[in-house]
T-cell receptor, first 118, second 113 residues
Framework: KAGVTQTPRYLIKTRGQQVTLSCSPI?????VSWYQQTPGQGLQFLFE???????NKGNFPGRFSGRQFSNSRSEMNVSTLELGDSALYLC?????????????????FGAGTRLSVL | GDSVTQMEGPVTLSEEAFLTINCTYT??????LFWYVQYPGEGLQLLLK???ADDKGSNKGFEATYRKETTSFHLEKGSVQVSDSAVYFC????????????WGLGTSLAVNP
């Protein structure tokens, strides 16, 4: 079974631009979560989508948005990029939404997209 | 709010040494606890987990015991290998939302031959 796939792996943008990151979850997984990883702040939760609906949201500005498609693939968009947005963006998928026990809600991570804002 | 505190790294050990990475947490209720590992250039992989007090999670020679009385979930391995060099993250998920993980800052481990 293929793992979580994130594209692209690397991106270089300049301040003010916008960027779209893509995540393909493990086949059959319906929940996709996004995280930002930086050396100073560690891993911070951005948002989670399940069945095309945003179920949870972290404390990030409105410049960060996402969506999920009917095939569970997800995209994350950052508009008006700032230098501080430089980070590794990780996507994680899990099988179920609010139903099911812990074992079925374990998250499986992709390798991430490293975004550099110049 | 909920939080996770890990010992700061980097930790440098010789092969076959004993490893302990401390993790303590603050949470309401009864969270589930996790250790994830991130190898260079890769995403995070679940290493082990525990869902209730006194549970012991184990995998690949690593162990951690959920200690509610000390709110801790320390990671241990009796004999580390060079291939264990990675960044280790402790995380919790509260009962109401198992997917919204709260993370520690990570501890970098380097094992020298």
């Amino acid at each position: 079974k293929a793992g979580v796939t994130q594209t692209p792996r690397y991106l270089i943008k300049t301040r003010g631009q916008q960027v779209t990151l893509s995540c393909s979850p493990i086949s059959g997984h319906r929940s996709v979560s996004w995280y930002q990883q930086t050396p100073g702040q560690g891993l911070q939760f951005l948002f989670e989508y399940f069945s095309e609906t945003q179920r949870n949201k972290g404390n990030f500005p409105g410049r960060f948005s996402g969506r999920q498609f009917s095939n569970s693939r997800s995209e994350m968009n950052v508009s008006t990029l700032e230098l501080g947005d430089s980070a590794l963006y990780l996507c994680a998928s899990s099988p179920l939404g609010t139903q099911g026990g812990l074992a079925k809600n374990i998250q499986y991570f992709g390798a991430g997209t490293r975004l550099s804002v110049l | 709010g909920d939080s996770v505190t890990q010992m700061e790294g980097p930790v440098t050990l010789s092969e076959e040494a004993f490893l302990t990475i401390n993790c303590t947490y603050t949470a309401t209720g009864y969270p589930s606890l996790f250790w994830y590992v991130q190898y260079p250039g890769e995403g995070l992989q679940l290493l082990l987990k525990a869902t209730k007090a006194d549970d012991k999670g184990s995998n690949k020679g690593f162990e951690a015991t959920y200690r509610k009385e000390t709110t801790s979930f320390h990671l241990e391995k009796g004999s580390v290998q060079v291939s264990d060099s990675a960044v280790y993250f402790c995380a919790l998920a509260n009962a109401g939302n198992n997917r919204k993980l709260i993370w520690g800052l990570g501890t970098s481990l380097a094992v020298n031959p």
